[in-house]
């Protein structure tokens, strides 16, 4: 008998449909589908995933089934599985926990559930599912022959875990793939941050002072949007290179102590905690937006705002407004949790159509090449990443130039 723990599976023909849509404008992951259920490179083989459950990774799962892969499957954050998505893949007939909404405990039972199946791989959004592996199933992370890690804050933790000597099997950073960060992590986070945060408030852009922390790829892809709008963007940063490319790409740059004070619209993309302090909340003007592009909502202290507002009330759908014991009020959007896909769809399907299908391809490498492999993080492979972008041109009808013999003797020469 199928085992599930989802909201409604009557839910389910709304999730096919958004199934369809998606799978209609992923090319990538269509062909990929055609090839992997004539090769069946994942024939027999248990694997468990954690990323955020939406029609985009539904297919994903999808696409990894009929490649022969026995799915177990959950969401990454309490706030972003889809229950129509998650009844339509049960329907399919994969193993799915998750739910909208779920409690912290709810959450972390369906990760452990999601591994009960004793996974061969594992495809994981931030490292939960990595992290109780290691910390509660030890002894079937010993049988895991390896995975892939879809973000940036997931790749930190196993780097520290492979640092520590704690990792028990080798991961591949899906995330520094080059047809991942370069354009996920900007264009995506770049386009569904500004969609979420304008659908959610219904406010103008334009003419705020939009505060971006952390000027990485997912901050670079912020700012970039926000200035489009006709923003005045200023950004905050701890790394003074990253600092100097922000001001050269024509921002301000200035401590978040400074910024607190005028900004109007504040947006963490850090992958740290405590980045907008409750000393920085209380500087902010009246009515100020905060949200959070980060994978862990500790990017600016709730826990000090539910401890320390005088009230707080929901002004509109996803927005929370706390009353401050000044008299000023903030609004967070999504209870600071990561408000693309919190509050809104996540990453547009053609985006994300080149980082799953690093991801699928990635983890018929893991499946091919796990005995040869260290326990540690390891990099996708530039095969890989030029198959996708190659495919990626393709599906536009795009070409490129080709060096020629002599071009190739030449680079690698080193007599001009």
Not at 27 to 39: G, M
Not at 297 to 319: G, P
Request: charged share 25%.
């Amino acid at each position: 008998m199928q085992e599930y723990d989802i909201r409604d599976l009557s839910l389910a023909p709304s999730g096919h449909r958004k199934i369809e849509w998606v799978r209609n404008n992923m090319p990538l992951l269509r062909d990929l589908e055609k090839e992997f259920s004539e090769s069946k490179p994942f024939e027999g083989v248990k694997i468990s995933l954690s990323i955020h459950l939406e029609a985009k990774t539904a297919y994903l799962c999808k696409t990894l089934a009929a490649g022969g892969a026995i799915m177990s499957v959950t969401g990454s954050n309490v706030l972003s599985t889809q229950d129509d998505v998650a009844a339509a893949l049960v329907e399919d007939g994969l193993r799915v926990f998750a739910y909208h909404a779920a409690t912290e405990e709810e959450y972390d039972n369906h990760i452990r559930k999601t591994l009960e199946n004793g996974p061969d791989i594992i495809i994981d959004d931030g490292g939960d599912l990595v992290s109780m592996l290691h910390k509660e199933m030890p002894e079937l992370a010993d049988k895991v022959w390896g995975g892939c890690e879809e973000t940036t804050t997931g790749v930190i933790r196993l780097r520290n875990m492979e640092a520590q000597g704690a990792l028990k099997f080798p991961m591949v950073a899906v995330n520094d793939a080059k047809c991942k960060h370069l354009f996920d992590n900007r264009y995506g986070t770049g386009q569904s941050v500004w969609e979420s945060i304008m659908h959610c408030t219904n406010l103008i852009v334009a003419a705020k002072n939009v505060v971006v922390c952390g000027y990485g790829w997912c901050g670079r892809g912020v700012a970039m949007r926000a200035a489009a709008f006709g923003a005045r963007v200023i950004v905050t940063e701890v790394d003074p290179v990253k600092a100097i490319e922000a001001r050269m790409d024509g921002y301000d740059v200035m401590p978040i102590a400074e910024a607190s004070e005028i900004g109007d619209m504040f947006v963490t993309v850090t992958g740290c905690n405590n980045v907008i302090s409750g000393e920085n909340i209380l500087t902010m003007k009246d009515q100020a937006i905060l949200a959070n592009a980060g994978h862990f909502n500790v990017e600016f202290d709730m826990n000090w705002l539910e401890a320390n507002a005088v009230s707080k009330h929901e002004a509109r759908e996803h927005i929370m407004a706390y009353e401050l014991p000044n008299g000023k009020t903030v609004n967070v959007i999504s209870e600071g949790r990561l408000v693309n896909i919190a509050a809104s769809n996540g990453h547009p399907a053609e985006i994300m159509d080149m980082s799953f299908a690093i991801q699928a391809l990635s983890a018929v490498y893991v499946a091919e090449n796990h005995k040869d492999l260290e326990n540690k993080v390891i990099n996708v492979t530039d095969e890989i990443d030029y198959k996708v972008a190659t495919r990626k041109l393709a599906s536009w009808g795009t070409k490129i130039d080709v060096l020629t013999p002599e071009q190739e003797k030449y680079l690698k020469s080193w007599e001009v």
